[in-house]
């Protein structure tokens, strides 16, 4: 059976280095669920790659089509912008890994099925999670602190305890050492669950 693995976590956790380290080491086993966004692109971000960069027009016409599992709307200070995720077929003997949210993750549950759905949540003390997400604002072209503030705080509502306990198949890494560590963690849960 195909599993889908999803990495959730709080902004600054780690979840995309992880997420590149993971695909380096299980690659030939794990097949990326790349998402979509309506937001700009950061410094760096390539379409397709890291996010496939859509218009509001474009996720109205897929969604239309009903080739949408989840979709999140963040009013952020520059406005609106949508996450989702487009359907996808699951591939005999293939898995799948997403980042996401914890709604996402749900989402995938309703569209997949519990027992094919694995959310695995990225932890890091608030302090370097803060100082990560400050250096990653600076690095941009024009940096928004109030929207970094803002998704810094709205993560302690959406990863509250009791919504974390309310994720069947619930996994965590701690990300608070070195890399190779979560490494270490992510190959016990990924051949665990096998």
């Given at each position: 059976?195909?599993?889908?693995?999803?990495?959730?976590?709080?902004?600054?956790?780690?979840?995309?280095?992880?997420?590149?380290?993971?695909?380096?080491?299980?690659?030939?086993?794990?097949?990326?669920?790349?998402?979509?966004?309506?937001?700009?692109?950061?410094?760096?971000?390539?379409?397709?790659?890291?996010?496939?960069?859509?218009?509001?027009?474009?996720?109205?016409?897929?969604?239309?089509?009903?080739?949408?599992?989840?979709?999140?709307?963040?009013?952020?200070?520059?406005?609106?912008?949508?996450?989702?995720?487009?359907?996808?077929?699951?591939?005999?003997?293939?898995?799948?890994?997403?980042?996401?949210?914890?709604?996402?993750?749900?989402?995938?549950?309703?569209?997949?099925?519990?027992?094919?759905?694995?959310?695995?949540?990225?932890?890091?003390?608030?302090?370097?999670?803060l100082r990560r997400c400050l250096?990653?604002?600076?690095?941009?072209?024009?940096?928004?602190?109030?929207?970094?503030?803002?998704?810094?705080?709205?993560?302690?509502?959406d990863f509250a305890p009791e919504?974390?306990?309310?994720?069947?198949?619930?996994?965590?890494?701690?990300?608070?050492?070195?890399?190779?560590?979560?490494?270490?963690?992510?190959?016990?849960?990924?051949?665990?669950?096998?």
């Open positions: 059976m195909s599993r889908i693995f999803c990495l959730v976590g709080k902004s600054g956790s780690g979840k995309d280095t992880l997420y590149k380290a993971i695909l380096e080491r299980w690659g030939r086993r794990l097949t990326p669920v790349i998402p979509c966004t309506t937001r700009p692109m950061r410094a760096g971000e390539r379409n397709g790659e890291d996010y496939f960069f859509m218009t509001q027009a474009e996720l109205a016409a897929l969604e239309e089509r009903g080739q949408v599992i989840e979709k999140r709307v963040y009013q952020t200070v520059q406005g609106p912008w949508t996450y989702f995720t487009r359907r996808f077929a699951l591939m005999e003997g293939r898995d799948y890994i997403a980042i996401t949210t914890l709604e996402g993750a749900r989402s995938f549950i309703g569209a997949f099925g519990e027992d094919a759905v694995c959310t695995v949540y990225l932890t890091l003390p608030d302090g370097e999670r250096a990653r604002e600076e690095a941009q072209k024009s940096p928004d602190y109030a929207e970094l503030c803002r998704r810094f705080l709205a993560d302690e509502k919504k974390l306990a309310s994720v069947p198949n619930l996994r965590q890494i701690s990300n608070a050492g070195a890399l190779e560590d979560a490494l270490r963690a992510w190959d016990a849960i990924y051949t665990e669950t096998k």
